[in-house]
């Protein structure tokens, strides 16, 4: 096990090498000056001049990129064109919003999706299994920013149960961080509750019709144990792929629900970024959100090999 | 220990006849969905199982033995299949009427059950130990030492090797035979009065098919159980049962003792079936010609490399060094267990797959070495029948269509090609007019006569038959056997005849070769070496083949036959 999650870490390289390169080409292979690129329409001749050196770009394109690559180990991502601050410490005052949203939207929809798309499987083809299906088309269809304003509307505003929007970071105390997190996660949990309960179904309707979940039936133990215990677990690889994925989705694509709830999170910095051509940021978000995606990839092989004894590699 | 193939004695029917019977199952119908005008699957059958027992239900697919146990068993797909009239008692217990809380308590403690498929009736994901566990769970209050202790016992019963490591073992991890030892033990360790086995055999090899069942015999006896086993296979029948009952589309055709049904079956469809069992005296040998050799294979090997990341690559030898020659107008049989490389064997001679070493000349041309452009025109002089009919035809092109495709593409024109395609069919015993039928319009049988149909359109040298009988039931394999020899006299082509099964060897090979592990263990003419084996190995597949000692089609046992003849 150790030393198929070492060989998984050490393939993972050269997919962040590649990203990096392609990361740092981005801006050298732009037509134009990347210089002048980088210092804006209204930049003076010294302002230039002194991009140029601060990015070697008189050295030759090989050792521009080693000193690139060097300084990113180190932890120097550059600094934003439009703020001066470091990029580093910029996506470091983000993250803690948007992986909280991630992770409190992931687990409410598991909590809610896989008891629901059981059911639905279990009680294939009754009323139960059409409304719940009917719930999830709903979720689909209807889109976040709604969902979110209609919640802010009712529970905000009329009942004042929770704060309209904002994000207090959990250091300040539990108890606000908590309630600001409840809105958006209702509203975002809302499509992937939808997604995983879909997934949940179809793939035990797949397991259901197994020779082993007959087997269990014959043993005489009760349906509870016949659907946790020898469907649910067979049925969960599609289901964690779809989780997985999406938690890598919900880290850095969940601007409309940041914005609605004016949360500041990656999503929102990566938008006002490309819209301010704020290179060194939209640099180091491309590399953040592949190495998340590297990440999770490699808990969702991790978890195939817990689940299933079979997947040996 | 019983070697488990002479006929055993019947047993004490007197005493069986007056106790209670187990399970007593009273003109049952089973019926097509909800509606009161669905179609009977179960029309009408009565069957009794008494303690110590073996009843042996038998019947060709579709017939409606499965049905028959599943309804005992109260695991019907739900909505789909509904008991509609009749009764099943188990020791007097209604089963039709009791709720599903009662149905539970029954199953495994009453009565339990073991599938066909071993491979995938455990769960895969949890270790057989937990799966054995979860029985003594919920019908028990033993505590976790108890129960282990039993399964551990349980398991030995069943004669796992090394229960200890067994018990904490994946099923991937066990063979066939293993896992259906783990089922059995599953679904005896509390002693149920009643075992339903549903075909638990057909999946394994001979080998471990006559461990199993000498086993489930054994324990028979220790444990006093009634036993309802279903099989298709006469060989088991003569191995196991103690009574017969023969169903025909979901009725009841005949019942009675072994021997009885045996020897003097009074109905017209229980002398057919018996007739329809391939004797394992192989046919009258022909003739040696002097025709000229059409396929030869030399030193073929193939050798699967497994690469590793790290370190070194696992090397699988499914093929090592086989030797065979076939000349024209003669059948050459493959026989061996699953694993033994037969088929690995036939696909390299076709060049499905690439033999890594070794070489096959195909009427005197070497094509193992030759690029796949070059093989273009030697792939019509040898084609290739399949094992399972409903996959190896597409099933959204016409029938005419699949034979004309191979004559097309070696530039015939479409009007010729259709018109030879009706030919065929024809000589396949088929109308000409199912040219322009689809797949799932034909029966098993019938398909593989398109498959057959479609192998020839091309006038192949030599035709590869991989396991092309195995299945089908016994009447219609008998057909398609019939077919082959008559088609091979006609046009003189040559077979190779890849089969598990030596009945089937026996009646349509004049050589075989037989595999074991990739290797050719003994090769000879087949009344040679399946009368006289010399080596262990073919002497054991022998002696394992169910039903050896009985010559079904003659209603005798095998040795009155021979006295009759001396």
């Known amino acids: 096990m150790l030393g198929y999650l070492l060989r998984r870490i050490f393939a993972a390289v050269p997919v962040m090498g590649v990203v990096a390169l392609f990361v740092f080409l981005l801006l050298r292979l732009t037509p134009g000056d990347p210089a002048a690129i980088l210092a804006g329409d209204n930049a003076t001749p010294e302002r230039l001049e002194r991009i140029r050196a601060s990015l070697g770009l008189n050295e030759p394109l090989i050792v521009q990129f080693i000193t690139w690559v060097n300084k990113l180990l180190h932890g120097d991502l550059g600094t934003s064109l439009i703020s001066n601050l470091p990029v580093m410490k910029m996506i470091g005052q983000r993250v803690e919003p948007s992986i909280s949203i991630a992770l409190s939207t992931i687990i409410l929809a598991v909590i809610v999706a896989v008891p629901l798309g059981v059911i639905a499987a279990w009680k294939h083809g009754t009323w139960i299994d059409r409304f719940v299906m009917g719930l999830s088309v709903l979720g689909f269809s209807v889109p976040v920013f709604v969902v979110g304003y209609l919640l802010i509307e009712v529970f905000a505003i009329d009942l004042r149960w929770v704060p309209v929007q904002g994000f207090r970071s959990i250091s300040n105390g539990f108890g606000p961080f908590f309630e600001r997190m409840i809105l958006p996660t209702c509203a975002l949990s809302f499509i992937y509750i939808a997604l995983i309960a879909r997934m949940t179904r179809a793939a035990m309707l797949d397991v259901l019709g197994e020779d082993y979940v007959r087997t269990a039936r014959a043993k005489g133990i009760n349906e509870v144990a016949v659907m946790m215990r020898h469907a649910l677990r067979n049925a969960a690889v599609p289901v964690i792929t779809v989780i997985g994925t999406g938690f890598a989705l919900l880290i850095s694509g969940v601007v409309v629900t940041e914005s609605v709830f004016n949360i500041p999170g990656i999503g929102r910095l990566t938008v006002d970024a490309v819209l301010a051509r704020d290179y060194p940021v939209i640099q180091a978000m491309i590399l953040l959100t592949s190495l998340i995606y590297v990440v999770v990839n490699l808990l969702i092989d991790v978890a195939y090999t817990l689940l299933d004894p079979r997947i040996r590699y | ?566």
């Open chain 2, 1 to 566: 220990m019983d070697s488990g193939l002479a006929l055993r004695a019947p047993r004490n029917d007197e005493r069986s006849c007056m106790t209670n019977p187990v399970l007593d199952i009273n003109n049952l119908v089973v019926s097509i969905g909800k509606k009161p005008k669905g179609a009977n699957i179960i029309d009408g059958i009565s069957i009794q199982v008494h303690e110590r027992e073996t009843l042996c239900l038998v019947g060709e697919s579709g017939s409606g033995k499965s049905v028959t146990s599943l309804t005992t068993m109260g695991l019907l797909p739900k909505g789909t299949l509904v008991p509609t009239a009749g009764s099943v008692k188990l020791v007097g217990e209604e089963l039709l009427t009791a709720t599903d809380r009662r149905l539970r308590q029954l199953r495994a403690t009453q009565m339990a059950m073991i599938f066909q498929e071993p491979m995938t009736a455990l769960n895969p994901v949890v270790p057989v130990g937990r799966q054995i566990d979860e029985v003594l769970r919920a019908h028990t209050d033993l505590d976790a030492k108890a129960r282990k202790k039993r399964i551990l016992d349980m398991m030995e019963q069943v004669r796992l090797p090394q229960v200890e490591r067994i018990f904490a073992s994946y099923p991937h991890r066990l063979s066939g035979g293993q896992r259906q030892r783990i089922m059995i033990a599953m679904a005896l360790v509390l002693e149920p009065k009643l075992l339903i086995a549903d075909e638990p055999t057909t999946a394994l090899d001979v080998t471990t098919q006559k461990q199993i069942l000498t086993l489930i015999r054994d324990l028979q006896r220790d444990h006093g159980t009634a036993v309802l086993f279903i099989t298709h296979d006469m060989g088991v029948v003569a191995e196991i049962a103690d009574r017969v009952a023969v169903m025909r589309q979901g009725r009841l055709v005949e019942t009675g003792p072994l021997e009885t049904v045996l020897r003097n079956p009074t109905m017209e469809y229980t002398r057919n079936l018996l007739s329809a069992v391939p004797s394992l005296v192989p046919r009258a040998a022909r003739p040696e010609t002097k025709e000229p050799v059409v396929l030869e294979a030399n030193d073929l090997s193939k050798v699967y490399k497994e690469r590793a990341f790290f370190g070194k690559g696992r090397e699988v030898v499914a093929a090592d060094k086989v030797t065979l020659t076939l000349r024209k107008g003669r059948t050459l049989g493959i026989v061996g267990e699953s694993g033994s490389g037969k088929s690995t064997v036939a696909r390299c001679i076709v060049r499905l797959i690439d033999p890594t070493s070794g070489g096959v000349r195909l009427s005197g041309r070497e094509i193992s070495d030759i690029s796949r452009r070059l093989l273009q025109p030697h792939r019509q002089k040898i084609q290739i029948v399949f094992q399972d009919p409903y996959r190896s035809l597409n099933p959204r092109v016409t029938v005419g269509e699949s034979i004309a495709e191979g004559p097309i593409n070696y530039g015939v024109s479409h009007a010729d090609a259709m018109k030879r395609a009706r030919e065929l069919l024809e000589l396949v015993g088929l109308p000409a007019d199912a040219v322009s039928r689809y797949p799932h319009q034909f029966s098993g049988g019938q398909r593989q006569r398109i498959a057959i149909a479609r192998a020839l359109a091309l006038d192949p040298d030599v035709l590869v038959a991989d396991e092309a009988v195995s299945a089908l039931d016994v009447s219609v394999q008998a057909q398609v056997l019939e077919l082959l020899d008559e088609i091979q006299k006609r046009l003189g082509i040559a077979i190779l005849f890849i089969t598990h099964d030596l009945r089937v060897a026996a009646q349509i090979c004049d050589e075989v070769v037989v595999m074991q592990h990739g290797r050719v263990v003994e090769q000879g003419p087949a009344a040679e070496v399946l009368t006289h084996p010399k080596e262990a190995y073919t002497r054991a597949l022998l002696e394992a083949a169910p039903g050896r000692g009985w010559d079904f089609a003659n209603f005798r046992p095998v040795s009155e036959g021979v006295a009759a003849t001396a």
